[in-house]
């Protein structure tokens, strides 16, 4: 089993800057993509952004410039530095993982992390 632990939430002023950072531990072979999605109340669960294991990217036409997403391989956590941030990122932020067993590929998810922007 793996497990992902997300920290790094909070309340921000509109223009303020988060850190998001998500650990994956547990019985595993590798992980390929690890990424961040969010979730704003009435809507559908949205990619923010991603990155492989050799460090390509990919965002949200609505974060790309203010959230740069890094990894750690070695310690197998992910980042999300946000930044000039608007009341609009208002969500609960999920982190997830492609995880290869060594047999076979599974998505994992976060428990979620709540990221309120005030105006």
């Known amino acids: 089993q793996v497990q992902l632990v997300e920290s790094g939430g909070g309340l921000v002023q509109a223009g303020g800057s988060l850190r998001l950072a998500c650990a994956a531990s547990g019985r595993f072979f590798s992980i390929n993509a690890m990424g961040w999605y969010r979730q704003a109340p009435g809507k559908q669960r949205e990619l923010v952004a991603r990155?492989?294991?050799?460090?390509?990217?990919n965002y949200a036409d609505s974060v790309k410039g203010r959230f740069p997403i890094s990894r750690d391989n070695a310690k197998n956590t992910v980042y999300l530095q946000m930044n000039s941030l608007k009341p609009e990122d208002t969500a609960v932020y999920y982190c997830?993982?492609?995880?290869?067993?060594?047999?076979?590929?599974?998505?994992?998810w976060g428990q979620g992390t709540q990221v309120t922007v005030s105006s």
């Open positions: 997830n993982a492609e995880v290869f067993s060594g047999s076979y590929y599974r998505n994992y």
């Open positions: 990155v492989t294991q050799s460090g390509s990217t």
